[in-house]
């Protein structure tokens, strides 16, 4: 049954979702923001998703360029695919696992020491930790990159592949609790989503 435009899927028990962003210029409704976007910083194009930076980054309390899923299970695997080529140290792109602008992990491509690496940043009460770091080899610098986050109960680990089966681990068994609502308060659960800043 197709009610007011939305097709029933499964979202209980074990499922898999997936989008190719062949949408026509739409976004599915599962993916969602963080508070509401102050202007544009997102586009489907010949069934890939672009975004923009916008003027705020995932550590304010404001819009950023976040588009997410809701985490449902305790047990789960993410994967998304991303060309993002940094030009500073502050540049960042790829997939935030996010409580709220104070608790949240980020996995990402940036710049460190002039080299292009990945990154994984855990956030709790607005510190910041180192949890992994990947070096990009100059080959890949700017070859598209798979990025996968699998949950294991409180634990969650960090790989990247060149899309040939050779995940490379970046971060394993990172304390995740810190995303939950017993230690980071609030009431929305964890989303996982693609995320950019300048």
Known sequence: MDIAGVNPQEFTGNFTWRDDFDTDKQLAWQWLFIRTPQKDFWEI???????????????????????????????????????????????????????????NIVFGKTIRNGKPVLTVVRTAAGKQTIEGTYEISKDKAETPLLLQ??????????????????WQEVATDVDATILSTQKAGGFTGTIIGMYTQK
Do not use: W
């Open 149 to 166: 986050v699998t949950g294991r109960a409180g634990k969650y680990s960090f790989a990247v592949s060149s899309g040939h089966d050779d």
């Open 45 to 103: 194009r010949k069934g890939k998703l672009f975004l923009t930076p916008t003027d705020h980054n995932i550590y304010e309390i404001a819009s950023s360029a976040f588009i997410g899923h809701r985490q449902q299970h305790i047990n789960f695997t993410v994967t998304t695919a991303m060309n993002f080529i940094p030009d500073s140290e502050t540049a960042m792109g790829g997939v935030v696992c996010y409580q709220n602008e104070r608790f």
